[in-house]
């Protein structure tokens, strides 16, 4: 098993929402609070870094300076605002005044000019005709990111989920004139759609579904994508054991909530998140594969840097990560340790990044967060 995704019905709902509504606290240098209508003590928290870039010129402010939230937000303010977090722990929905549309090909920000290119996407000359399309499409205020599905897309199908997003967009802009704050102005796709959305790539073999109502609305979803070559890769379940059952998902769900995981060839690395930071530590265990002291602990620590970024991804564990690999004199041993790790990260869909080597041997790394983790999730 490599990843596990829930739905929650109170708060991930609301992620990619976008609603208008008006400042209320806002606190000096830090945040703003806007009220969406979610509730008493449910105003989305707005961070400085998500003021977009027509507010930072509205407020005569250059993007890279530091600058108070107070310049570009006042209270009383109405802002258009997208959830861009649901909760985590006792922290409110984050939001962010950078709107973005995600469809197949496809990341529209009608308030952000940038442009980018999946990291998944290798090819230079691949590359290159994506990036000219995008700069044809879009006006130089707004921004557009080519998503790792656009890799092979004609450009009448690019085109088109271009249009498609643009045309959304159009129908949010009018609804916000005519509306009064709070209101809810779009609805995001919800699980089941964007998770079709965003991960329906030639490397998915069979998607396996046992509930009909589902089943039913991801085939129709695939002809709205225009994705009826796929259609054949979705069966649904009818087995009599349940789907979890039959395939042992129960059980590695709760070999995942454990604080230790053993190494291939010996050895284990033990697990701690805390609210700071997540700290893993390497064990040689009674790794006896290879003779020499230096050659068992080098191979542990190769194990366990191909280990950890599969754990960090399974566990949905974000934020700052300690690692402490078995201490090695070997400096290329060290350099191959390393080459490996980020080699690993990199094949994460979130975010990841080997940050440096501390003075005391630990390893730091980074990985963006975009949801509680496992642990936090499904334990108390």
Known sequence: MAEV??????????????????????????????????????NLFLSTKEINTALLKKSN??????FSIQKAVQPGMQLIVQVKRGEIGSKNAQGTTKISLAGRFWIFMPKDNRMGISRRIGSSKER??????????????EGLIARTAAKGATDDQLERDFNFLLGTWKGIEEKAVKSK?????????????????????????????????????????????????????????????????????????????????PLKGGGNIVIEETEALTAIDVNTGRNVRFRGQGEAIFNTNMAAAVEIPKQLRLRKISGIIIVDFVDMLNRDHQKKLIQVLQTELKKDRVSSDYVDMTRLGLAEITRKRTSESLADMLTD
């Open 128 to 141: 290159h005709r994506l990036k000219k399309l995008a700069k044809s499409l879009k006006r130089p205020e």
């Open 5 to 42: 995704d829930y739905e929650s019905h109170s708060h991930d709902a609301l992620v990619g929402n976008i609603y208008k509504g008006t400042a209320k606290d806002v606190l000096s240098g830090l945040a703003a609070f806007i009220d969406v209508g979610l509730g008493e003590g449910e």
């Open 181 to 261: 704050p709070p209101a809810l102005l779009y609805k995001g796709p919800g699980f089941v759609r964007a998770y079709l959305r965003d991960r329906m790539l030639n490397d998915i073999q069979k998607i396996l579904v046992d509930k009909k109502s589902v089943y039913n609305e991801l085939m129709q979803y695939l002809d709205y994508l225009h994705l009826a070559n796929f259609k054949d890769r979705v069966e649904f379940y009818t087995h009599r054991k349940p789907l979890f059952a039959r395939y042992g998902i129960e059980e590695m769900i709760q070999q995942s909530l454990d604080r230790s995981v």
């Open 61 to 66: 402010i250059k993007r890279g300076e530091n």
